[in-house]
């Protein structure tokens, strides 16, 4: 059985920086960040397929860097210049099934188990 628990969350002022952690355990294959604001659809953010490879959102791509460490079994989400957009709760998933490449999405559906989220409170 899969366990997800993701840390690091808070406020921060625009502008600033948090590093997300997700600890995990079990077997794990891609895996992602997500955030879902309120009132808001939750959107894949940046993931790290069964080989290694990272994939980002456009929003992400120039702030977030997004890491794992197989050895700690952690999850990291580095957000740098964050704004007030990026507001939400955070999550951490993983698919239940090897994936890489083309098979490897930041599709919510496509990720089976979940961490509870960590929220993420940028001011101006």
């Known amino acids: 059985q899969v366990q997800l628990v993701e840390s690091g969350g808070g406020p921060v002022q625009a502008g600033g920086s948090l590093r997300l952690s997700c600890t995990y355990s079990?077997?794990?294959?891609?895996m992602a960040w997500f955030r879902q604001a309120p009132g808001k659809q939750r959107e894949g953010v940046a993931g790290v397929d069964s080989s290694g490879a990272v994939k980002y959102s456009d929003f992400a791509k120039d702030r977030f860097t997004v890491s794992k460490d197989n050895a700690k079994n952690i999850l990291y989400l580095q957000m740098n210049n964050l704004k007030p957009e990026d507001t939400a709760m955070y999550y951490c998933?993983?698919?239940?099934?090897?994936?890489?490449?083309?098979?490897?999405?930041?599709?919510?559906?496509?990720?089976?188990?979940w961490g509870q989220g960590t929220q993420v409170t940028v001011s101006s």
């Open positions: 998933a993983t698919t239940s099934y090897y994936c890489r490449g083309v098979t490897h999405t930041l599709e919510s559906r496509d990720y089976g188990d």
């Open positions: 079990g077997f794990t294959y891609c």
